[in-house]
Every structure is written in C-alpha cells, then in structure tokens.
C-alpha cells in the first residue's frame, strides 16, 4: 500500500509540474499580446472551399483588448466562425482553461511546445485546443481548436516585421468542410451557377489564406469602432 500511495504521489506532482510550467508558457504568450493595446490591419482573403468559387476579398481587421474583433469587407469574407478571436480569448481568459504540456515538435526548423488547453466547465464553446509554441520567441506557430459550432480548425501562423508583438503576416486556416458555415449569400450563389460532379468524391477540408499588410497598433484607431 505504502509503494502505491508513494507511485501515486508521484504522479499527482509530476503533473502539477507539467501544469504549471505549460501555465507559465500561456502566461508569457499573453504578457506579449497585452502589449498591443489595439490595432487596426489589412487583409487579403483567399478561400478554397470545396463546392465554393468566390474571388479574393480585401478587408480591415479591427482589435481592441481583451478580445473584441471587428471586420470590415465590402465583398464576402469567408472566414471560420471567431476565426481571430478563438485564441485571443483563450489567451485572455486563461482563468476557463486547464494548461497541459503535452510533447514537443519541430515546425519550420523551430522546436515547439504542444500546449493542450482543456475548458474548465461544460458551458464553453471550445472542446479542446492545442497550441504549438516557439518558446524562444513565445509566438505561436501553429493551433488546433475544436468547438460546438465551428468543429475543428487548424491554423497555420506565418511571422514578418511585427512578430516583436505576436501579430501574424499570415494565417492558414484548414477547416471541416461538413462543420464549416458558409454565408447565405454564398450558398444562393452556388446554387444558381455550379453544377457537382455527384461521383467525384468532395474533399472534407478546404483552406483559407490571409495575410496582414499596414498594421497601425497602438494608434488608437479601434476606439472609433469599439464604442465600448
């Protein structure tokens, strides 16, 4: 009995360990992006959706902390549901999650941390995320979040000039196509000019590129937008 207790001890504190330097990683990411107050980007949207043809979209992203998002398009922006906003408040709101440490990977010739964040309640629209981490330069490289409404999205995070912020110069997001929600318009248009091949089997995910030109952070540009 003194043997299992010892092995089970043992085990309950390795974990608090893994736990707390995984929450020492989420706490460094987020001390970075509390540094960006606001921010106001430029975007260029390109998707490659199965049974979807629609041309690529300009747009302006805003951002004001803690994670309120605002897009402004003229066209249709096809993008997932809180696509932004799905880390932003996973790191904003560290409070709902469970922090694990769950292995390493190389991702562009850089180790990464696997992060796994797990919802404290039944209530949150997140089922699980995995975030995989340059500790070096704490910014993410890659995420994985499943949810009730969106299923899963992986994003790809591609760093330029504004990296010493945490902010992105690309992301690619590959969906599910079965769980991804597709705006009606979209939907009346296809139904109007595309014909399906039935015996062609459809791919179940599909991508979507955007990359971030002109950020203006700190400006207070957003205040405009966020009355709030």
Known sequence: MKILL??????????????????????????????????????NIKSNIPLIKILP???TLY?????QFHLKSKGIAILPKKGFGDLAQLL???????????GKEWIKNKETEIITLLPNGESEDVILA??????????????????RSNGTVSTEYGYGAEAKWGLPEQLIFTVDVKKFKVPKGVVVDINKTQTVDTQKQIAKTGDITVKFTNYKI???????????
């Open 6 to 43: 010892t092995i089970s001890l043992f085990i309950c504190s390795f974990f608090q360990v893994i736990g707390q330097d995984a929450q020492k990683t989420i706490q460094a990411l987020q001390q970075k992006w509390s540094q960006v107050k606001d921010y106001a980007v430029d975007l």
């Open 57 to 59: 979209v300009n747009a």
């Open 63 to 67: 951002f004001k902390q803690k994670d």
């Open 92 to 102: 904003a709101h560290q409070d709902q999650f469970n922090a694990i440490s769950t």
């Open 130 to 147: 995995k975030l995989w981490i340059d500790k070096t330069n704490n910014l993410v490289l890659k995420s994985q979040i499943t949810s």
């Open 218 to 228: 700190n400006q207070g540009i957003a205040s405009t937008i966020f009355k709030n």
